[in-house]
């Protein structure tokens, strides 16, 4: 079993930067590749970001490449996502999720998720 736990929420101006954090524990997580979503109110969960755990390689939804940047921490187990250049329509609840194999962008495909964590970026 994987406990994922997020972080790093908050309201933020347009224009601005957050930093969301996912933390891993349970099994290791070494092979576990890590995607991001967010869910708006009335809206379904979309993808945001995903990386391979063991090569590191990324992959970004279109609406966020260029200003969100995923990475990783193999010693601390942890995830993180670079919000920068933040706009209203970024608003959302945040999740973390992890299962093995290929990144891939379906929700229903991931094993394991967070609680999430409230982004709001006011304009």
């Known amino acids: 079993q994987v406990q994922l736990v997020e972080s790093g929420g908050g309201l933020v101006q347009a224009g601005g930067s957050l930093r969301l954090s996912c933390a891993a524990s349970?099994?290791?997580?070494?092979?576990?590749?890590v995607g991001w979503f967010r869910q708006a109110p009335g809206n379904e969960r979309e993808f945001v970001a995903a990386i391979n755990w063991s090569r590191g390689s990324t992959y970004y939804a279109n609406s966020v490449k260029g200003r969100f940047t995923i990475s990783r921490d193999n010693a601390k187990n942890t995830v993180y996502l670079q919000m920068n250049s933040l706009k209203p329509e970024d608003t959302a609840t945040y999740y973390c999720?992890?299962?093995?194999?290929?990144?891939?962008?379906?929700?229903?495909?991931?094993?394991?998720w967070g609680q999430g964590t409230q982004v709001t970026v006011s304009s």
């Open positions: 999720a992890g299962r093995t194999g290929d990144l891939v962008v379906t929700p229903t495909l991931y094993d394991y």
């Open positions: 349970g099994r290791t997580f070494s092979r576990y590749n």
